[in-house]
């Protein structure tokens, strides 16, 4: 049995983008507890939140409607792979939050490497 390719990148972006937009609407519904997750050296606090909440709607919209879906999947990555960098991998280093920030560091290297796949997968 053969599926179709479009059948495939239809279904694969569908389920890749809504995770996303609920992972945007979350950074609005709960704003001020992500906050305190932001790194110290970001001025700014919970503008960051609404910011990333939104890009993050922004590219599932974007890879939903497969309008700009090759940018929105590269700059979704580069934002996922940041957010693991900067957020995630502080707290892994620190033996009171490790076991809370590696399942989130493993999840945004995980999604970040989906979005350059699919940066790829688009695009052909």
């Not at 580069?78 to 920030?101: K, Q, R, W």
């Amino acid at each position: 049995m053969t599926l179709s390719p479009t059948l495939t990148k239809t279904i694969s972006r569908t389920l890749f983008a809504l995770p996303m937009m609920v992972f945007g609407a979350l950074h609005f519904m709960n704003a001020q507890a992500m906050s305190a997750m932001a790194p110290s050296f970001v001025p700014g606090g919970v503008i960051w939140v609404y910011l990333t909440g939104l890009a993050l709607l922004a590219a599932a919209v974007a890879i939903l409607a497969n309008r700009f879906a090759v940018w929105a999947s590269l700059l979704l990555g580069i934002l996922l792979l940041s957010f693991a960098l900067t957020v995630h991998l502080p707290g892994v280093m620190n033996p009171d939050t490790m076991a809370m920030s590696l399942p989130n560091l493993l999840k945004d290297t995980a999604l970040s490497g989906a979005a350059f796949a699919f940066a790829g997968i688009l695009k052909s």
